[in-house]
């Protein structure tokens, strides 16, 4: 599967901000999703994932009652709809794709990757 991230942007502190994912290929519903970011001098960390259904979902800590991960299996497309945006959710944000089935937040377990877009917030 190929995934097309886009949506991000320079905004300011407590902006709301919708990200896409659009996936190619028409097994899109067979994955679990996920959306991950990276901080300059950071390591990658986990963001949001979703069930393959959209059922269920789970959330870092710090963007828990902020961010909503969601998806659209008719239309190929995960997104991550961000509100009361602050400095530091500043990084590249990525769309993943795993294939085993698990709600994982693990980056290694993640089998596809998009390229990435990058969200800017000013404070």
């Known amino acids: 599967v190929q995934l097309q991230a886009s949506g991000g942007g320079l905004v300011q502190a407590g902006d709301s901000l919708r990200l896409s994912c659009a996936a190619s290929?028409?097994?899109?519903?067979?994955?679990?999703m996920g959306w991950f970011r990276q901080a300059p001098g950071k390591e990658r960390e986990f963001v949001a994932s979703?069930?393959?259904?959209?059922?269920?979902?789970n959330c870092a800590d710090s963007v828990r009652g902020r961010f909503t991960i969601s998806r659209d299996n008719a239309k190929n497309t995960v997104y991550l709809q961000m509100n009361s945006l602050k400095s530091e959710d500043t990084a590249v944000y990525y769309c993943?794709?795993?294939?085993?089935?698990?709600?994982?937040?693990?980056?290694?377990?993640?089998?596809?990757w998009g390229q990435g877009t990058l969200v800017t917030v000013s404070s």
């Open positions: 290929g028409r097994t899109f519903s067979s994955y679990i």
């Open positions: 979703i069930s393959r259904s959209g059922g269920t979902t």
């Open positions: 993943a794709a795993e294939s085993n089935g698990w709600v994982t937040p693990r980056v290694s377990d993640y089998d596809y």
